[in-house]
């Protein structure tokens, strides 16, 4: 039977309307069997002796209506092992319940709060859950951030007593995936690192910079100086074998739209108008860029 002890925390964010999960523990692969979401549905952790039938039951429970509460009942009720689960629930309005069994190992337990369910077993100690809870209400930004803050909160307090293993951020809103195909905004996992939730966090930082988009002011104009600097690189890497004039012409945008499209950053340039976003342009330059 499997048993990842562990800590999580379940939150809904009513302005994108996006469900997540963030998990740590010391156990291989917490993401494959603990978190669980689906947009306009709800999320589902569920751990310590984990029923994963409790992931996709429940979801399919609050996509009939039920409340998070309502959901855990129902999955609760005829469960023969229940006191050895673990469970935390938010719906799609941000509804949130949580529970843990009289089986759990100490020290377990949980909490809710507005639009979230903090939860954990075999921990340091209750302080666990009360950081992450307050870490989770005072971080403020997209919902995968205050979920990450809330998980390393967690850990910096003790987290699992056993130690550190593995880590996952589960995110869900509509259209939330690549293209807008699937609800899948963030979903990342660190299966067995001894550093799980920094290693989460450098994870979700990448996806930031190849997901995210600038404001119009903190575009880069490709010209001058900076485009030089970019001409340089793309030389060094063999992109580019023109004068280095500073120019955006079609030598150079050709070799931009080469060198763009070999390291995945297509979404963040405009190559009609000779733009970049500026972390991309920070990042190629410092990643690919002649060290003085």
Same mark, same amino acid.
């Given at each position: ?18 469900? $997540? ?11 494959? *069997? ?20 409790? $992931? ?72 666990? *859950? ?32 056993? $130690? ?63 485009? %030089? %600097?970019?001409? %340089? ?23 931009? @739209? ?7 950053? @297509? ?6 108008? $000779? ?16 060290? @003085?």
């Amino acid at each position: 039977m499997i048993r990842p002890s562990t800590f999580s925390i379940v939150a809904y964010d009513h302005q994108e309307q996006a469900l $997540g999960i963030a998990v740590a523990s010391k156990f291989l692969g917490v993401g494959s *069997v603990v978190p669980w979401a689906q947009a306009g549905a709800g999320a589902v952790a569920t751990q310590s002796y984990a029923n994963t039938s409790y $992931g996709p039951r429940g979801i399919d429970l609050m996509e009939r209506g039920l409340t998070a509460q309502e959901t855990l009942d129902v999955l609760l009720r005829n469960d023969s092992g229940r006191e050895l689960r673990q469970v935390g629930i938010v719906d799609h309005l941000g509804n949130a319940a949580t529970f843990t069994g009289s089986g759990c190992f100490e020290w377990a337990g949980g909490l809710t709060g507005n639009g979230f369910a903090v939860q954990g077993n075999i921990l340091a100690g209750e302080d666990v *859950v009360h950081t992450m809870a307050d870490t989770f209400e005072k971080t403020t930004g997209p919902l995968p951030h205050r979920l990450l803050q809330a998980l390393l909160a967690g850990d910096h307090a003790g987290g699992d007593r056993r $130690g550190r293993q593995s880590a996952a951020l589960l995110v869900v809103k509509p259209r939330g995936g690549y293209g807008g195909f699937n609800d899948r905004w963030v979903d990342y996992r660190v299966d067995d690192d001894p550093q799980p939730i920094e290693k989460l966090q450098a994870i979700l930082e990448l996806h930031d910079l190849y997901f995210s988009s600038s404001p119009p002011e903190d575009r880069i104009k490709l010209q001058g100086e900076q485009l %030089k %600097k970019l001409q %340089k690189v793309m030389a060094l890497q063999g992109y580019y074998q023109g004068e280095i004039t500073g120019i955006y012409d079609k030598t150079t945008r050709s070799a931009l @739209e080469a060198f763009t499209g070999s390291e995945n950053f @297509e979404e963040r340039v405009d190559l009609n108008e $000779g733009l970049i976003d500026r972390p991309v342009f920070d990042y190629l330059l410092k990643r690919f860029g002649k060290q @003085e």
